[in-house]
């Protein structure tokens, strides 16, 4: 659908940042939102991304998370656009005022992305709208993105979300996006790095993605963050139970939350166990030796020293050079896992495959042939018939 | 070449272990060494290894680690005999005396596959010569696979292997064989699960795996084992700095090596730093929670201890299902990795394509393309060709 030149005028209005994104013409946003929004025209996104504008962002996400062949090329499109808007943000970094922090205006990046994992009931939320609200406070624009594609997360929860963020749900510099609610690990992961890109098009330069740590997920979120860090309570006895073993090895940071009232005393204790669990690990490959601490989410005490870490580790990562290299390479990866996907995507399009695949697991299980021939059988067919 | 009559008479004495495979005619040893073994017929192999003979079995070996198709498609005819030989030899367990354990007679699957793995100079070798030669003189039959793509190893590294494990490689019961010494990881780890399967058809009942655990390679040994044991020296500090992030989180045992003359101090008091730091960590799937030791693979202080936990952990994991349940995931692990190879070794086959993927990488490392666009674009010109 092609809009008309009138409307195309008062919508880059709004997108080229005439108005602010904070302050979003409430007529426009309605419009918007009584029609098929996936329909815009690709520069549409891309002016309304670059000018900072929640709600494009908001659809432009959505027509990324769309399965439909139609919708991912336009998709494509902006995140080319959006890609490369940020190649050129880099080369004029001098004069933006993305950072605050004075010895980080030279950072050749952009952005810090941080990966947030812990049991369930660890208090998440709470901890991502105390870092959150700290961080818009100090001038950062801050965007939350949710991994979970084993939840029972609907297309509703984002309401959820929002109420657990009081404050950061009605913060003009912050943005929160839940996990897109269908789809396998492999796709929800490729969405949300899709959607990092378009947010920091869209001018956020703190990303925080979410992730439950009880299933696969906190593995791909490791893989698409600068920084991870793992949230703990006190008691870590009965909640070690709720997360998966080999979290601990991948956090840059255990942080022991609910450091607050008469848990202080037990916080501090859990804290001095994880340094000395720690020091026995080996250290990353980037130089950076994992650091513990505590906080609350509630008195706020321990949330500025935190993002003292994030900084930190960011300090050192950008001086020794690993962390252009750690986004190349997880670049590299996406290149490889495309591919994989791409490859598999389309076995499965052929008739039969599924049901060959099926029946091979089926015989394997059973132990009545082995793997290698099952696959071997299996991709003579393929290939046979392509 | 099909071989005479006369000859496969012969031969087949040897197989059929007529003669004892610990003491082979070695005329006919002489013979194979002097031909090309790959030539031999399929029921040969077979039944060489299922008479246990090493001779035979070490040829098959070769046959499965050699890259030629038609080499592979006789080496896949000879794994599935072996799988069926192992099925039908579970189906009379109670009539075998692979067993010397009284309580693992009823044991459903017929092996232990144990990982090893630690940083060079922590003693692996050693440590398996001293487990090896307890495990032999108590009646189990040992195979000790290695496997390490990015070593140095050179094909005559069985000597020094050899050399290293003194009584092991002179043992009738033990059958040693190095990691293939070409290929990436994942073909290694293929092969090396393949030589699993030969090496337990030819009766061995105890497989260890050992790997330098600086790489890439101890996932794919952690894949392929049911145990997996990471090997320590009191110096944690120091020696920390050669083994990889992920491994601790992946051992079912901690195994402080070199607890013996001054050492012993030192190691009961690493032990009891990695005892404390294991216990913060969530418990894994299978109901283990991962023990630590001392032991000296000289005095042998401590090696029939480690068997013991690996026996304790074999006898909790039958009994919960999770033995099976784990070697059944591995499995299917195998067909989806055998698939993903299989396309991937299809796209490469295309001309063009590795310079494509390598100008893709080389874009995606300047900036200058989205590795989703790379991706998109690299497959739909492959999916044109076909």
């Keep these: 659908m092609v809009k008309t030149n009138k409307e195309n005028d008062s919508t880059l209005?709004?997108?080229?940042?005439?108005e602010q994104p904070g302050q979003i013409n409430m007529e426009l946003v309605g419009k918007f939102k009584s029609r098929k929004t996936k329909n815009l025209p690709v520069n549409i996104y891309i002016d309304g991304i670059l000018a900072g504008n929640h709600t494009i962002l908001s659809q432009a996400i959505t027509l990324v998370e769309s399965s439909l062949p139609k919708d991912q090329e336009k998709a494509q499109e902006v995140i080319t656009a959006?890609?490369?808007?940020r190649q050129s943000a880099v080369g004029s970094r001098q004069s933006t005022t993305v950072y605050p922090d004075k010895d980080r205006k030279n950072d050749p990046v952009g952005s810090i992305r941080i990966g947030i994992t812990g049991?369930?009931?660890v208090g998440k939320?709470?901890?991502?709208e105390a870092l959150g609200t700290y961080l818009t406070q100090n001038g950062h624009k801050l965007a939350v993105l949710a991994i979970d594609p084993s939840s029972a997360r609907s297309k509703g929860s984002i309401l959820g979300d929002k109420t657990r963020m009081e404050d950061l749900s009605v913060d003009p510099n912050a943005f929160i996006r839940p996990s897109p609610s269908t789809g396998k690990l492999g796709g929800v992961a490729r969405k949300t790095r899709e959607t990092i890109i378009l947010c920091e098009a869209a001018g956020f330069d703190v990303i925080i993605v979410e992730t439950v740590g009880v299933g696969q997920s906190e593995t791909a979120v490791h893989s698409m963050v600068d920084f991870f860090l793992l949230l703990m309570m006190a008691d870590a006895g009965?909640?070690?139970q709720g997360i998966k073993r080999g979290i601990i090895e991948m956090a840059d940071a255990?942080?022991?939350n609910k450091a607050d009232r008469d848990n202080i005393g037990k916080a501090k204790a859990a804290r001095v166990e994880y340094a000395n669990?720690?020091?026995?690990?080996?250290?990353?490959?980037?130089?950076?030796?994992?650091?513990?601490?505590?906080?609350?989410?509630?008195?706020?005490e321990g949330i500025e020293r935190i993002w003292e870490i994030i900084l930190k580790h960011n300090e050192l990562l950008q001086k020794n050079g690993y962390f252009s290299h750690k986004r190349m390479e997880q670049n590299l990866q996406v290149l490889e896992d495309c591919i994989e996907e791409g490859l598999r995507n389309h076995l499965f399009s052929r008739k039969n495959t599924a049901k060959a695949i099926s029946m091979a697991r089926s015989e394997i299980t059973k132990g009545t042939v082995s793997p290698y021939t099952a696959a071997r059988e299996l991709l003579e067919g393929y290939f046979r018939e392509l």
């Design 13 to 18: 209005r709004v997108m080229k940042g005439i």
């Design 82 to 85: 959006c890609l490369k808007s």
């Design 119 to 121: 049991a369930p009931g």
């Design 125 to 128: 939320s709470t901890f991502i």
């Design 238 to 240: 009965d909640e070690l």
């Design 254 to 256: 255990i942080i022991i």
């Design 277 to 300: 669990a720690l020091h026995l690990f080996p250290a990353s490959d980037s130089g950076w030796s994992p650091v513990t601490d505590i906080c609350s989410s509630i008195t706020r």
